[in-house]
């Protein structure tokens, strides 16, 4: 078994393949993170083939669904890859938007270097976003938009968390295909990352 079976099993659809693929490259003793940047790579390729409407929504769902079973048998093995240093990052997608796959990977990628994820899930409104940054004293909140008809929902977190005088003690770092560094920026984020690999080494700059 190949990291590009693993690829080809998500584009193809073969959900009853999936979990065995997965387990066998862990049986094989592949890198954790590798399989990841298939999966990653393999949702992407899905994503091309619903723009070039060779999918249509019923079939991101079935990809969807696999990324989830994969990534809940990837899930033990994260936390071994770095000790974790224990520094808090709450994550989700906001208010209006429920994709979740990049916001998942991302958080798979941070737990695999040490982080100590809060995650909020998806839709989050800012006023549970401002209560768990309160509670748990994240330094670093990081948020992810894949709908230009949510993205303005980071600038509602940006003053939600300004009027409870947090603005000052959190970075965000926001992701999402509609964005870009200009536009983030615009909307009140501190950084922006075109993807999960990228944004781990931004986060982390964050905190130093
Ligand atoms: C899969 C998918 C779905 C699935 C989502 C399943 C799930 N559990 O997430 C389903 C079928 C449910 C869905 C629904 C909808 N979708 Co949709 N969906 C997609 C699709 C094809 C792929 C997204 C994806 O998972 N990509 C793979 C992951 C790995 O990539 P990613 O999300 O971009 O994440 C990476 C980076 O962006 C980054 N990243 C992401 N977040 C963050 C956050 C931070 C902090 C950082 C640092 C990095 C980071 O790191 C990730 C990994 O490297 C995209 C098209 C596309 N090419 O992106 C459309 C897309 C996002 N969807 C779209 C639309 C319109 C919808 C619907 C409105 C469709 C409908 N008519 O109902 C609904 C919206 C529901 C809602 N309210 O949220 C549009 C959005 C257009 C726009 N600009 O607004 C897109 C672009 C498709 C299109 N071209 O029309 N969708």
Do not use: W
């Amino acid at each position: 078994m190949t990291l590009k079976n693993i690829i080809d099993i998500l584009i193809n659809l073969k959900i009853e393949e999936i979990e065995n693929a997965v387990m066998s490259e862990l049986d094989n003793d592949t890198n954790v993170q590798d399989i990841m940047n298939a999966l990653t790579q393999g949702m992407y390729s899905v994503g091309e083939l619903y723009e070039k409407r060779e999918f249509y929504l019923s079939e991101l769902v079935v990809a969807a669904e696999m990324i989830k079973m994969a990534m809940k048998i990837l899930e033990p093995h994260l936390n071994s890859v770095v000790k974790g240093h224990g520094k808090k990052i709450v994550v989700t997608t906001v208010r209006g938007d429920t994709h979740d796959i990049g916001k998942n990977i991302l958080i798979n990628m941070l737990k695999s270097s040490g982080f100590d994820v809060i995650d909020l899930g998806v839709d989050c409104p800012a006023e549970k976003i401002v209560n768990a940054i309160k509670k748990s004293g994240a330094m670093v909140l990081a948020l992810s938009s894949l709908l230009t008809m949510s993205m303005e929902e980071i600038s509602v977190v940006d003053k939600a968390l300004k009027d409870e005088g947090l603005r000052d003690q959190v970075k965000i770092i926001v992701g999402g295909a509609p964005l870009n560094l200009k536009f983030a920026k615009k909307l009140g984020a501190d950084a922006y990352a075109e993807d999960a690999v990228s944004g781990v080494r931004k986060i982390m700059e964050l905190f130093d």
